[in-house]
């Protein structure tokens, strides 16, 4: 059953993704229509996926915990000048790392991905961000980038191969 679904969901992930992309781009916030889409969809990924309804409850109450764990350090490590309005660009002040949008991202990642691989998107995300971060500040850009994009474009890389990139990472590291 793994080919056509997966070739679909993530079809469906990546349009998904470019969305995403283009609306925190343009106003630094993630919709709600987006990312709760994204837990919406998750049936179809279990069942794309072969897991079993069991597997995918567990998954789910696995990553909703997550969800909440991630929102209780959100809103501990936030400081109350780290407020954005939806449609303005932060301020030079602004120092919050990741909004509420990229908390419920990832947690509807979770669902899709399980636990492992959303480590492996968090990695990716993290390292794409870095990276393209110093690089736009090296070249005098903004030093202020979304998170959300990154975030998606992780979560797409590790539902096709974060399971391969995890193999060849422990290898590498010489403990898988």
Known sequence: MGGVWLGSLGLL?????????????????????????LGALAPLAALGLGLSPLESLRGMLLSAGGLALAGMLYWWVR???????PDEEPSSGYVSVMGYGDVVLAGFLGVWLGFVNLLVALFLAVLAGA???????RSGGSNQIPF??????????????????????????GVG
């Open 13 to 37: 992930l990546g349009f998904l993704n470019a969305a995403l992309n283009l609306r925190s781009g343009r106003v630094w916030a993630l919709h709600d229509g987006l990312t709760l889409g």
């Open 79 to 85: 400081r109350p000048s780290d407020k954005v309005e």
């Open 131 to 137: 990276l393209l971060g110093l690089m736009a500040r």
């Open 148 to 173: 959300g994009p990154y975030l998606a474009v992780g979560g797409l890389v590790a539902f096709f191969y974060g399971e391969a990139l995890l193999r060849w990472y422990l290898a590498y590291l």
